[in-house]
């Protein structure tokens, strides 16, 4: 049957038919009244979700759009960049870091353990020149399933006096993410995860401390100016022509967020996860992330059964079942497979998922 393929993947996530019947209009003019009066709303709902009294900046593009619009908007050529990398995404912060010329420093954790705030710690108490400018973080790292206590690391890098830079591409609308009260000083994120919508559009909030690097940013980007983008924060508007259907849909599922309200968003995904990790243990699978702790509430990797590959698993999960999970990335490519259960998800679908994935097990023993 067509038509059926459920996406299970960390992004993009399934998408609500309000949100879909909405993009299915014309598109408006997006200097229009009408148009200004939906980014009004949508700008004041950013800071909602985003928890910040910062204005959040919307740019055309995907999620790694606004990691580039904030390492091109604050990093000077030379200037130091501590990068703390747990898998594939926290450590392209440091890649776009050290393109823009920055001389970026690593701490490497194990793919599938958090950042050890001591070991934060321990090297920014040693930085007592207050050399290091900048901190590239992130919350939920989707490659291996594991969240970092940001937290706490945030609160670590404040006392500090560095710039924290993090990414909350898979956290933001699934996990509690308050970036005033826990201090972060710049936050992204992307469409097509926790807001329940399709890729296309990137989003960006900087505090006060991180503007002052702006201002004295040598060559700051052209496209995801921040100075432009502030301005039209201010006049409801986008400087360029924005994806006005993505924008349009992203007001509906706004309204679907604050009808469910932000903590019954966090606790639904927590119990989507503990699901999820519990039913797989129960099929006799080991996940990749065995510490609840820093298990991740948006997306679980798990390793295949002796045996049976993840090409295997994928490929009869899709065409049995049209559910489409993913496979794990870099070095963890075909070694582990990821159920992404963030955005627009239910218990039902974990059930489905759970039950298809049973099957396909015994179909390929
Ligand atoms: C945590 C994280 N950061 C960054 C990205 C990159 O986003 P995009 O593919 O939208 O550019 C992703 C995409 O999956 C992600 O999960």
């Known amino acids: 049957m ?18 879909l019947l909405a993009m299915a209009k014309h598109p408006m003019g997006h200097r229009s009244s009408e148009f200004s009066a939906i980014m009004k709303q949508v700008y004041q709902d950013l800071k909602w979700l985003f928890q910040t009294e910062e204005d959040v900046f919307i740019y055309t593009s995907s999620g790694t759009g606004a990691m580039e619009a904030a390492i091109s908007n604050l990093v000077n050529p030379g200037d130091k960049v501590l990068s703390l990398v747990i898998g594939n995404f926290s450590e392209r912060w440091a890649k776009i870091a050290k393109m823009r010329g920055a001389d970026v420093e690593k701490i490497n954790f194990d793919w599938g353990q958090a950042v050890d705030p001591t070991v934060l710690k321990q090297r920014l108490d040693q930085d007592v020149n207050k050399e290091i400018k900048f901190v590239t973080l992130i919350h939920n790292e989707t490659s291996t399933g594991v969240t970092n206590d940001l937290q706490a690391l945030a609160a670590i890098i404040k006392e500090h006096g560095a710039i924290s830079i993090v990414d909350g591409v898979t956290s933001v609308g699934a996990l509690p993410v308050k970036m005033d009260e826990w201090g972060i000083d710049v936050l992204i994120s992307g469409s097509q995860k926790g807001f329940m919508i399709p890729p296309g559009l990137a989003f960006l909030a900087c505090s006060k401390k991180a503007w002052k690097a702006y201002e004295n940013c040598q060559n700051p980007s052209f496209y995801f100016n921040f100075g432009a983008n502030k301005k039209s924060v201010a006049e409801d508007t986008t400087p360029y022509t924005p994806n006005v259907s993505l924008i349009v849909a992203l007001k509906e599922t706004f309204a679907m967020m604050k009808e469910e309200g932000l903590e ?18 129960d099929l006799g699978l080991k996940l990749f992330v065995e510490d609840d702790n820093i298990g991740s509430k948006a997306i679980t990797a798990v390793w295949p059964p002796e045996g049976i590959s993840v090409p295997d698993i994928r490929k009869t999960l899709t065409k049995e079942y049209d ?24 218990e039902r679908d974990i059930i489905m998922a759970l039950g298809a994935l049973e099957a396909t097990l015994k179909k390929l023993k």
């Open 264 to 281: 019954n968003i966090y606790s639904r995904h927590a119990k989507l996860a503990s699901m999820t990790r519990k039913g797989l243990k």
């Open 2 to 19: 067509k038509d059926k393929q459920f996406l299970m993947i960390p992004g993009p996530t399934p998408v609500p038919e309000r949100a």
């Open 323 to 346: 559910i489409v999970v993913a496979n794990g990335q870099d070095k963890l490519k075909d070694k582990i497979f990821r159920i992404g259960h963030l955005g627009f998800v239910s």
